[in-house]
């Protein structure tokens, strides 16, 4: 298992007219997560890329417990359960400036090749960055 954190500030744009950060924006804050975790190992999305090797979202869930607020500062753990097959998993707990978990959610990703738009196995330079988190 592998995780991460990252912490980012909630802008004004980001709430609605309750005060709320608005639900959508959680999608983006699992992507930070994840780019960021991607990134710690050496393989950014954007060399994926060159390699012409592309990670659309198939689905993703989230569940709300309380809300976050303009200008509070919430911490993303990103973490990767499994190695990753042809589809990967990310799970999500953010929380707020006091630790309290704000939400909850997983994303599941598939690798697919950028020409053919097939799906494809991982790249061997990610499972060989991932493997030494998953020995025991």
């Known amino acids: ?4 954190e990252t912490k980012v500030r909630i802008r004004y744009s980001e709430t609605d007219q ?3 950060v608005y639900h959508g924006k959680y999608a983006e804050f699992y ?5 960021e975790l ?3 190992l050496g393989l950014p999305y954007g060399e994926l890329e060159k390699q012409g090797i592309f990670m659309p979202v198939l689905e993703i869930h989230s569940r709300y417990i309380k809300p976050a607020y303009y200008d509070d500062e919430i911490t993303i753990k990103t973490t990767v359960r ?3 097959g042809v589809r990967m998993m990310f799970h999500y707990n953010l929380f707020n400036q006091e630790g309290e978990l704000i939400n909850q959610g997983h994303a599941t990703l598939i690798f697919i090749d950028g020409k053919s738009r097939r799906p494809i196995r ?3 330079e990610l ?4 493997q030494p988190y998953f020995t025991e």
């Open 1 to 4: 298992m592998i995780s991460g």
């Open 18 to 20: 309750m005060g709320y």
């Open 31 to 35: 992507e930070i997560g994840r780019t």
């Open 38 to 40: 991607i990134r710690r």
């Open 82 to 84: 499994e190695l990753p």
């Open 122 to 124: 991982p790249p061997h």
């Open 127 to 130: 499972i060989d960055a991932l």
